[in-house]
């Protein structure tokens, strides 16, 4: 009794994404290898996900897809296009060069491997997407998917299946950015880096960047901020020791690089959470400098209700961080900005603030 075939994960996806009728049309015909040889693995068939994600991608109906050749020929593969101008192409892997601006810096060594196993196991699922780097010639440069390019190398694909579009020179690091947030795969310190370096380029405010990205002003703002930390600091963010949360509450640590060093090696130790960070930075901005002020002077806070109240109203009024204390004399309120485009939006939300006030 012959034994049933096993169906595989690759199928079981291929059966959720339309890839054309299963007849053929005349006049077209599918090449196929001849009885004996084996199936090269990870190139694309004529059901292969690689083509059907493909047309998704670059818009095509797969109604109407030419299906793509299952061996590659000494000729060039057929190409779908999409009426934007996009091509589906089975690309060698040398002809691709990594995208120089690409944000991410770290890949997980375990998740690599697991991509690969399934890229051997089933093929790659989702075409890379590169840009032809002259007229012509065939030699390309990665825009989206630079972790599934090293996956192919390392599973010894011949070809990868790739979209091909044009990508201004502006646009690279925008989406490369933007595919690698959408993944969540760049850590804190990495999306930040990124951050400053299209403002640098692009000469573009945050509320500008904000609005290109998709995300908000504040997002932007306090992700660039995090690059003013210590050395060390950026290290542990980096690394995953310390969350975004504890970086930017580090961030508002008044007493300098050495205690902002000392407070996210105590985060570590006793596993502060976020708001104990908070506190903790709170408390060590109201301590004076014990050596400008002798402990006999020092002056203790005066807990005041409805103060939290009121620095809560101002930090949704102005969309930043604001701090309100209360001495025995005196009162404090602190609004903190990042930049200086970010003060002068607070400025200007004041003097809105201050003239609505007048014509009441």
């Given at each position: 009794m012959?034994?049933?075939?096993?169906?595989?994960?690759?199928?079981?996806?291929?059966?959720?994404i339309?890839?054309?009728?299963d007849?053929?049309?005349?006049?077209?015909t599918?090449?196929t290898?001849?009885?004996?040889?084996?199936?090269?693995k990870g190139?694309?068939?004529?059901?292969?996900?690689?083509?059907?994600?493909?047309?998704?991608?670059?818009?095509?109906?797969?109604a109407?897809?030419?299906?793509?050749s299952?061996?590659r020929?000494?000729?060039?593969?057929?190409e779908?296009?999409s009426?934007?101008g996009?091509?589906?192409?089975e690309?060698p892997?040398?002809?691709?060069?990594?995208?120089?601006?690409?944000?991410?810096?770290?890949?997980?060594?375990?998740?690599?491997a697991?991509?690969v196993?399934?890229?051997?196991?089933?093929?790659?699922?989702?075409?890379i997407?590169?840009?032809?780097?002259e007229?012509?010639?065939?030699?390309?440069?990665?825009?989206?998917?630079?972790r599934?390019?090293?996956?192919?190398?390392?599973a010894?694909?011949?070809?990868?299946?790739?979209?091909?579009r044009?990508?201004?020179?502006?646009?690279l690091?925008r989406?490369a950015?933007?595919?690698?947030?959408?993944?969540?795969?760049?850590?804190?310190?990495?999306?930040a880096?990124?951050?400053?370096?299209?403002?640098?380029?692009?000469?573009?405010?945050?509320?500008?960047?904000?609005?290109?990205?998709?995300r908000s002003?504040?997002?932007?703002?306090?992700?660039?901020?995090l690059?003013?930390?210590?050395?060390?600091?950026q290290?542990r963010?980096?690394?995953?020791?310390?969350?975004?949360g504890?970086a930017?509450?580090?961030?508002g640590?008044?007493?300098?690089?050495d205690?902002?060093?000392?407070?996210?090696?105590r985060?570590?130790?006793?596993?502060?959470?976020?708001?104990?960070?908070?506190?903790?930075?709170?408390?060590?901005?109201?301590?004076?400098?014990?050596?400008?002020?002798?402990?006999?002077?020092?002056?203790k806070?005066?807990h005041m209700?409805?103060?939290?109240?009121?620095?809560e109203k101002l930090s949704?009024?102005f969309?930043?961080?604001v701090?309100?204390?209360?001495?025995?004399?005196?009162?404090k309120?602190?609004?903190?900005f990042?930049?200086?485009?970010?003060?002068e939006?607070?400025?200007?939300?004041?003097q809105?603030q201050?003239?609505q006030?007048?014509?009441?």
């Open positions: 012959s034994q049933a075939k096993k169906g595989g994960l690759g199928r079981g996806l291929a059966a959720l339309p890839t054309g009728p007849t053929i049309p005349n006049g077209l599918t090449p290898a001849p009885p004996g040889t084996a199936k090269p190139l694309v068939t004529p059901n292969g996900l690689g083509t059907a994600a493909a047309n998704v991608i670059i818009g095509v109906d797969p109407g897809a030419k299906p793509a299952p061996l020929s000494d000729t060039q593969a057929e779908l296009t009426p934007s996009a091509v589906y192409r690309i892997p040398d002809q691709i060069e990594p995208n120089p601006k690409q944000p991410r810096q770290v890949f997980e060594e375990d998740a690599l697991e991509l196993h399934s890229i051997r196991e089933f093929g790659l699922m989702q075409p997407v590169v840009r032809r780097l007229p012509g010639i065939d030699k390309y440069q990665l825009v989206m998917g630079e599934r390019w090293r996956a192919c190398q390392e010894g694909l011949e070809a990868i299946p790739s979209i091909v044009e990508t201004a020179d502006d646009a690091l989406d950015l933007l595919e690698n947030i959408h993944r969540v795969q760049l850590n804190p310190l990495e999306e880096a990124a951050y400053q370096q299209l403002l640098e380029e692009f000469g573009v405010t945050h509320e500008e960047l904000a609005a290109r990205i998709g002003r504040p997002v932007v703002t306090n992700m660039i901020r690059l003013k930390l210590p050395i060390p600091v290290r963010v980096a690394a995953g020791v310390l969350s975004a504890h930017r509450a580090l961030l640590l008044e007493a300098g690089p205690a902002q060093e000392a407070l996210a090696a985060i570590v130790a006793e596993g502060m959470s976020v708001r104990a960070t908070e506190e903790a930075v709170t408390l060590a901005n109201r301590e004076p400098d014990s050596a400008a002020t002798p402990p006999a002077h020092k002056r806070p005066i209700p409805g103060l939290q109240d009121v620095a949704n009024s969309d930043t961080r701090t309100v204390s209360l001495g025995k004399r005196k009162g309120i602190v609004v903190e990042g930049s200086v485009e970010d003060l939006r607070i400025v200007g939300l004041m809105q201050q003239l006030m007048s014509s009441e």
